[in-house]
């Protein structure tokens, strides 16, 4: 799964630290892991790239992407 959203470098360093913060993990290579959710992120200019790469099996692609928005609504206030 794949997601898209328009950020700042100040937006994305709260990004990171939220990870942490919550008991996730961030690789030097751009992967992160956070309760049973792997993936990677893609950094370009005033946006960043979100890649799934695994997951729980009990969360559904759509819980995950539900997630995600909710989490980029809240960080851009």
Do not use: H
Not at 29 to 58: A, H, M, S
Request: no cysteine; proline share 1%.
């Amino acid at each position: 799964m794949r997601k898209t959203y328009g950020i700042t470098n100040e937006k994305f360093l709260e990004v990171k630290k939220a990870i942490t913060e919550n008991g996730g993990t961030i690789y030097s290579d751009n992967r992160f892991e956070i309760k049973g959710v792997k993936g990677r992120f893609e950094k370009d200019y005033e946006t960043l790239t979100i890649v799934i790469t695994d997951k729980p099996w009990l969360a559904s692609w759509e819980m995950i992407e539900d997630k995600l928005d909710e989490f980029f609504i809240e960080i851009n206030g």
